[in-house]
């Protein structure tokens, strides 16, 4: 399994952003996916995840009520869609898939697979 992520970028707090995560090869078996972020000198902190087939959805406490994720199963994508965005929030944002089931979401040591990474910045 691949994972792109993109759509990182710099906005002011409050405003917002929309992150994809594009998979591709062998993803028919792919069971959960999710965001996690990591500010310098900061853990890898969770920030949202799906349940692939079931659509369930978890999201970190910092983050609940402001960010939501979005699928598209035809393109195999997930989104993450940031509003209200707050200088904390400035970190690199990773997705993250799993094929193994069952799966604790919020733990990154569940993943095997992770993207690239893209650079989300909040001024204040």
């Known amino acids: 399994v691949q994972l792109q992520a993109s759509g990182g970028g710099s906005v002011q707090a409050g405003g917002s952003l929309r992150l994809s995560c594009a998979a591709s090869?062998?993803?028919?078996?792919?069971?959960?996916i999710a965001w996690f972020r990591q500010a310098p000198g900061r853990e890898r902190e969770f920030v949202a995840g799906i349940i692939w087939n079931m659509g369930s959805t978890y999201y970190g406490d910092s983050v609940k009520g402001r960010f939501t994720l979005t699928k598209d199963w035809a393109k195999n994508t997930l989104y993450l869609q940031m509003t209200n965005l707050v200088p904390e929030d400035t970190a690199v944002y990773y997705c993250?898939?799993?094929?193994?089931?069952?799966?604790?979401?919020?733990?990154?040591?569940?993943?095997?697979?992770w993207g690239q990474g893209t650079q989300v910045t909040v001024s204040s």
């Open positions: 090869g062998r993803t028919t078996n792919s069971y959960g």
């Open positions: 993250a898939a799993s094929q193994e089931s069952p799966i604790v979401i919020p733990t990154k040591e569940e993943y095997r697979y």
